[in-house]
């Protein structure tokens, strides 16, 4: 007997259920409003024209009742608008790409390694392990102080690292909206690991001569979700001051944390971190709406810092040596899907639709109340958002995140790009994914776009944005030179 083709009418029939469950959940009031005003419109036709007159003549107005009723709404309309919180605008955005001067490939990369490294073999089989799983491709860049043998990571060296990081994707910002550096009235500057006196802030108000009354700031410490941090602040700050434009400026310098001892804990970031930033141009100026790329939503921020393992678990110290370095923990993928819990909880109730809330309570109270293991439902946030920005942190990241919120390939193409493309450039990979699904033609007005960053202390963060108008694929940009050849396969394992 052949064998019998599988019976698809189920899966079929279970589809359209479901569609049916949403379509009726998410448009409940449309269907409950609509009959009720054929009804009433219905009841209105059958009435004659004097029936109407009469009902009309029965009605009594009060001269004093109307305007105290206008006063009413008027009042309430303005308190409504007054208290309704400014639309910040993402006006646009830069970020910095590397000369080719400053590309690592991988044979480049074990060469070095091997020299630092020349007493310790394993140390440099351990790395050549990590370099091979990474996801990472040949065109990743790192700073001219670590190309040296072995590196120089000098004070100096780290400053012109930021200059020429931070400056490039300035101007380039500059270049692209036009703004002029009097016209900023908001800085923010977040970089984790390198923290100089004067501050990153000061450096570039010194370098582009801003006014004396505008409000910087300079974050450090905080991680690869810094850069949510800051954009969460410039959105605090654009609701208190009226008319302003806000720069922030999300960067990672790699020269004085290029760790050069033997802890295999803290040789991992040695094989994921490269150089990147990039500079972004927020507004809550009504002048900016039609220009604008994109409207922020939400920020939702989540901290783990409470439990002990979770704070340590991104830990910079010295090893045995005392050699200075970022120790990144066994559990750490645990303890970052723990935080994305807590951040999904938060940010669901805010953009899911409602059947998916309703199927999700439902789950939940059959759990506490008739079964405990019950399988827990996992939301379908493909329903709420049509574009992912997940944190370039690494593959097993990106994995992860696939894997609990149920992704398409296609869902997690920016960011396997990204990272195949610049590595983890830290708190600046999300603007290199969103340049990417620009550079791809793929934003459309309406869309909406998930931002997800992890970073130390534990801290896991999200940003929702939509997109403002089609975007046009750019003339330039990090992806100009090599868009035309992504996506790339990659393997699981890259032999070295």
């Known amino acids: 007997m052949p064998p019998a083709s599988p019976d698809f009418s189920s899966s079929v029939k279970l589809k359209y259920v479901k569609l049916g469950y949403q379509y009726v959940v998410d448009h409940f009031l449309t269907l409950l409003l609509v009959p009720v005003m054929v009804g009433i419109l219905i009841e209105v036709v059958r009435l004659g024209p004097e029936e109407i007159v009469n009902l009309w003549n029965s009605l009594h107005f009060d001269l004093i009742q109307i305007l105290c009723s206008s006063f009413f709404i008027i009042f309430i309309a303005t308190v409504y608008f007054m208290s309704k919180p400014r639309c910040i605008y993402l006006v646009d955005y830069a970020c910095y790409k590397p000369p080719v001067t400053c590309r690592v490939p991988f044979a480049t990369f074990m060469e070095h390694s091997r020299l630092i490294l020349s007493n310790n073999p394993k140390s440099v089989e351990f790395q050549m392990r990590i370099l091979e799983r990474s996801g990472l491709g040949e065109e990743t860049c790192l700073p001219p102080a670590i190309h040296y043998i072995p590196p120089k990571p000098t004070m100096e060296a780290a400053r012109g690292e930021a200059e020429v990081v931070i400056f490039s994707a300035m101007d380039s910002l500059f270049k692209k909206t036009g703004l002029k550096p009097k016209d900023i009235d908001i800085l923010i500057v977040n970089c984790s690991l390198f923290s100089p006196t004067p501050s990153l802030s000061a450096m570039v108000i010194n370098k582009y001569k801003l006014r004396s009354n505008i409000k910087s700031f300079n974050l450090s410490g905080m991680g690869c979700s810094a850069g949510l941090i800051s954009i969460d602040l410039a959105r605090d700050l654009l609701q208190v001051h009226p008319n302003s434009n806000a720069v922030v400026v999300s960067t990672e310098i790699i020269t004085p ?108 109270i059959g759990r506490k109340v008739f079964n405990p293991k019950w399988k827990p439902y996992i939301p379908d946030f493909k329903l709420a958002f049509e574009h992912f920005c997940i944190h370039a942190g690494g593959r097993a990241v990106i994995d992860e995140l696939q894997k609990n919120l149920q992704l398409s390939a296609e869902h997690v193409e920016a960011s ?64 100009e030179d090599c868009i035309h050849r992504y996506p790339v396969h990659i393997p699981e394992v890259v032999k070295l």
Request: aromatic letters at 10%.
């Open 257 to 364: 944390n290029y760790y050069q001892g033997n802890e295999r804990a803290m040789l991992l970031p040695n094989c994921l971190f490269r150089m990147g930033g990039a500079a972004i141009l927020l507004s809550n100026r009504r002048s900016e709406r039609r220009r604008a790329k994109y409207r922020l939503v939400h920020v939702v921020r989540t901290h783990k810092g409470a439990d002990d393992k979770a704070y340590r678990c991104v830990f910079e110290e010295e090893d045995k040596e005392g050699k200075v370095g970022i120790s990144l923990s066994k559990d750490l993928m645990a303890i970052a899907g723990e935080a994305l819990k807590s951040n999904i909880t938060t940010i669901g109730p805010l953009v899911l639709p409602g059947s998916e809330q309703l199927l999700f309570l439902l789950t939940l």
């Open 416 to 479: 396997r790009m990204t990272l195949h493309r610049f590595g983890n450039t830290s708190s600046s990979s999300l603007w290199y994914e969103m340049s990417y699904l620009e550079a791809k033609g793929r934003m459309k007005k309406g869309d909406r776009i998930w931002q997800i960053a992890f970073g130390s202390g534990f801290k896991c963060n999200s940003a929702v944005w939509k997109c403002n108008r089609t975007i046009k694929k750019p003339t330039d940009g990090p992806w």
